[in-house]
């Protein structure tokens, strides 16, 4: 019974507690109210006393504040203000130079808070204006202002000077005293601006705002150290065509404006000199954001000196060696990107380089795509160390190509690495060209280009290929412009093929690309199809002309061409052989028209109406020598005919020759028949 009683009394305990933030968490020191009294247009004995605080807790609460105060005379009043964290004190409510109490409460729907109270006097609070800088000069650097109390009719209490300069954003304060002016002590930067800003209080009272920002340019100065200068050589860099690019001088070093830029172009020992002013490049200066490069081809240089200048003085001028096309072994690289951060890595121990051969690092990325000296940086890192981070935008899909040189102390650069990085993988675009190169009976050769750098959305790993959903062969990649090739072996002859391309990245493989073929026959059946295509025309030829003989024959007048002309015996001077052959009695001619085992040198070839001797059956044939005398009997006889006739040509010739002129018988003498017929008197001797 007695637990029970003790339950119901604590259950009662925690029912009535009043909620209150303080059993939560703690109220926020700014809580607390700071007020004051601001003297305006000269007046600071009628104006209320202005109170700020801070929230009480979470600002997603909704919270009502409320301004408390007590008089001397414990006089109390508020007000209530709302979600709004400042408050007026009216001058009704207060005595001057009096103390006053304050505090602030907050109230929300989970319980209420107090603030730590204020105690202060109200002629103590008095806050003058901001003062006003009046007057600057620059060498040296020097301000002065004017205070609002003596307006007051109060004496100036102690003012304080801060400044910093648009390299440092840093502010730095000092206090000064009673005084309305300032001389700058420091060293003073060249050609910066600095910004000056001052505060003061009254003899009596709080210190006033900050006044409004003073900037005063310090003197120029001769720019100092060596300008950051490199080279752009594109995607993929060839060194064949590259533009010279640097970084501007920062503010500490450029001590002024900076009016231009001189160089020297050294090639092959031969130096030439260029001048070139920011405030008319002509075409050659071009500067974005911290970069410049000149719009001026180095092909065949071999090394650069630039220096910056100003109207004090130049810098030092800063030697640049381009680096040769001759490539060391390559060393891996590690690179790590996403849209902000661009991080190189590279192990020192795998290179194991001579430390004294070896000034610094230079890490660089180029974005595929952009024009020389754009889409650019670069960083010189110290040897000693292994890494490099570049902050900036990358864009999604875009290959930067990132490389490492190491600098030698004469200026000399040589080339470590490249590697292709990517901020965000996507699939790559489609094989530009893909096609046949040679077809067999049971392979083929299948020739394609690599996709373009700037389309391939992402690091292709390999090239898949596939013909008829049979097989598919991953190839691995090769360097960027040159023709990728895959001999497909094992094919049936004479058949179609049907095949495919796409290329493979991270994110997954791009569209397909078709080709189609047709294997050639094997080497057995292609032999005979040409045997039978070459002996084809052949047979054809044989019969026809053995048609065109066999229709000759039956027509009785073929000799030894296929036509009706033969040699005109009466002309010819063979026949003269001939008679002395037959005279001779060791060969016979069975016809005088065809001559057997004459060699004939000229003919000439008249048509006859009919055989002078006999004509030949078809079944007779006509490279028959004789062979019996009855056969020599008949060819006598024929010579005899063929004499006779020869002597009554021979006198119709003689006869004709008699109505010929002398000009026609020197006409007729000449041209063929003076080369190759025989004359009247050859025929007559005969």
Request: with cysteine; charged share 20%.
């Amino acid at each position: 019974m007695a637990l029970l009683t003790a339950g119901w009394l604590l259950l009662a305990l925690l029912v009535n507690t009043p909620k209150d933030f303080a059993a939560a968490d703690p109220p926020d020191r700014d809580f607390q109210p700071k007020c004051h009294i601001p003297c305006e247009d000269n007046n600071c004995w009628e104006l209320h006393i202005h109170c700020i605080w801070g929230r009480a807790f979470d600002p997603q609460v909704p919270v009502k504040y409320s301004l408390h105060w007590q008089t001397a005379h414990s006089d109390e009043g508020s007000v209530t203000t709302g979600a709004s964290l400042r408050g007026l004190i009216k001058r009704v409510h207060f005595i001057m130079n009096s103390q006053l109490r304050v505090w602030v409460q907050a109230e929300s729907q989970q319980g209420s808070a107090k603030s730590l109270e204020v105690v202060f006097n109200t002629g103590h609070i008095m806050k003058p204006a901001q003062p006003k800088i009046m007057w600057s000069q620059q060498d040296p650097l020097e301000i002065s202002w004017n205070s609002t109390c003596n307006e007051q009719h109060l004496s100036l209490g102690s003012c304080d000077v801060r400044y910093r300069t648009e390299v440092d954003k840093t502010w730095i304060e000092e206090k000064i005293g009673p005084h309305v002016n300032y001389e700058f002590y420091g060293e003073v930067q060249p050609a910066v601006f600095y910004e000056f800003q001052v505060r003061c209080s009254c003899a009596t009272g709080l210190m006033s705002d900050w006044s409004a920002s003073h900037r005063i340019k310090s003197s120029e100065a001769a720019p100092t150290g060596e300008m950051d200068v490199w080279e752009d050589c594109g995607v993929p860099a060839t060194n064949i065509d590259c533009v010279m690019t640097w970084k501007m001088l920062p503010i500490s070093q450029a001590h002024g404006h900076i009016l231009g830029y001189e160089w020297t172009l050294s090639k092959h020992g031969n130096d030439d000199f260029f001048n070139v002013s920011t405030a008319e490049p002509m075409g050659r200066l071009v500067c974005h954001e911290m970069q410049c490069y000149l719009n001026f081809s180095l092909k065949n240089v071999t090394s650069v000196n630039i220096s910056a200048y100003n109207a004090q003085g130049s810098t030092e001028p800063s030697y640049l060696a381009l680096p040769t096309t001759e490539r060391t072994p390559k060393h891996a690289i590690d690179v790590t990107m996403n849209t902000e951060n661009l991080t190189v890595l590279w192990d020192l121990h795998s290179q194991r380089p001579d430390i004294n051969s070896i000034k610094e690092y230079v890490v660089q990325y180029k974005q595929a795509g952009r024009h020389l000296g754009q889409g650019f940086d670069w960083m010189r890192v110290n040897k000693s160390h292994a890494s490099a981070t570049f902050r900036g935008h990358f864009e999604k899909y875009t290959p930067y190509q990132v490389s490492l040189f190491k600098v030698t102390p004469n200026g000399q650069s040589q080339h470590f690495s490249t590697v292709i990085g990517y901020s965000h993988q996507g699939t790559p675009s489609k094989v530009p060209s893909f096609r046949i190169s040679s077809i067999a009976a049971t392979r083929v050769t299948l020739v394609w280009e690599p996709v373009p750098l700037a389309m391939q959305r992402g690091l292709i790993l390999y090239y898949q290929i596939g013909i008829q959903g049979q097989t598919v062969y991953n190839v691995t990649t090769s360097p960027q412009d040159t023709s990728e090739t895959l001999e497909l072996r094992d094919l049936n002859p004479d058949q179609e093929y049907e095949v495919w391309i796409k290329a493979v990245t991270e994110a997954g493989p791009g569209p397909n690309v078709m080709a189609r073929f047709k294997t050639e026959q094997e080497e057995q059946l292609k032999s005979k199809s040409l045997i039978l295509t070459l002996l084809l025309p052949v047979c054809f030829l044989i019969v026809l002309g053995g048609i065109l003989v066999s229709l000759s024959f039956r027509r009785g007048k073929v000799c030894v061409c296929l036509n009706e002309r033969i040699p005109d015996a009466y002309n010819s001077g063979i026949f003269k052989l001939m008679k002395e052959q037959m005279d001779d009695h060791s060969v016979w001619i069975g016809n005088h028209t065809c001559e057997p085992h004459t060699t004939i040198s000229v003919l000439e070839v008249v048509a006859i109406k009919e055989p002078a001797c006999g004509e030949y059956s078809d079944s007779e044939d006509l490279n028959t020598k004789p062979a019996t005398k009855s056969k020599q009997r008949d060819g006598k006889e024929c010579s005899k005919r063929v004499d006779s006739d020869q002597e009554k040509g021979a006198s119709e010739l003689v006869n004709r020759e008699d109505s010929w002129n002398s000009d026609e018988e020197d006409d007729v003498t000449l041209g063929y028949e003076k080369h190759f017929m025989p004359s009247a008197v050859e025929i007559l001797d005969s």
